[in-house]
């Protein structure tokens, strides 16, 4: 009890009291051992310019990763990706191991468990091909008024991406035009409904849309 009063009432003895412990504290922590599980999402890299993915069978892997518990701690509130190099990609289906040496960890970590151990890509290559666009509009004008024409700015555009996307592909939609009570020509700049395809380097994505109405 006395011990305990001479420390409560010496500053000194309470301040290397308190340091003593932090370093008790960070050295059990770093001596000591921790495992964590980490869902990561998967990077590709490397892929040629001349091929595409299209699809792949994960979205993500879990890893459980084991170590220091100072260094666990800091890989499991960091964001971490599973990366794959595509640099001997092959159109078609493409299966892909998934090893340690495809995450970047502190060298004091293993990893001790990948789910799934392996990834199935599919791989298409890619190509250019000019459709045209075709403006969708909805309402009807104005009563008495009918739609003379519609023009679409530019009337076709170039687009880029897998073959198998493209090749049956013959026009594109642009979003929905309201033409509803319309009385007079409505010009408008209107985004182009884009999937599975994108457009050529440099190519915009929006057309201008004409709609000229006239009274009946």
Known sequence: MVTVNVITKNPTLKVISLILAVILWLFVKSTSEGEVGMVVPIEFFRCPSSLIVTQVSEDA???RIMGPLSQVDRVSTRE???RIDLSDARPGTNTFDILPDNFTIPKALKIM?????????????VMDKVVRVKAVVKGEPAPGYRVAKIVVDPPSINLQGARSHLAGLREVLTEEVDISGLRETLKLEVPLRLTDFCLKEGVKGTVKVIVAVKQE
């Open 80 to 82: 971490g990706k599973a």
């Open 61 to 63: 892997i879990t890893v």
């Open 113 to 125: 468990q990948i789910s799934p151990s392996s990834i199935k890509v599919e791989i298409d290559r």
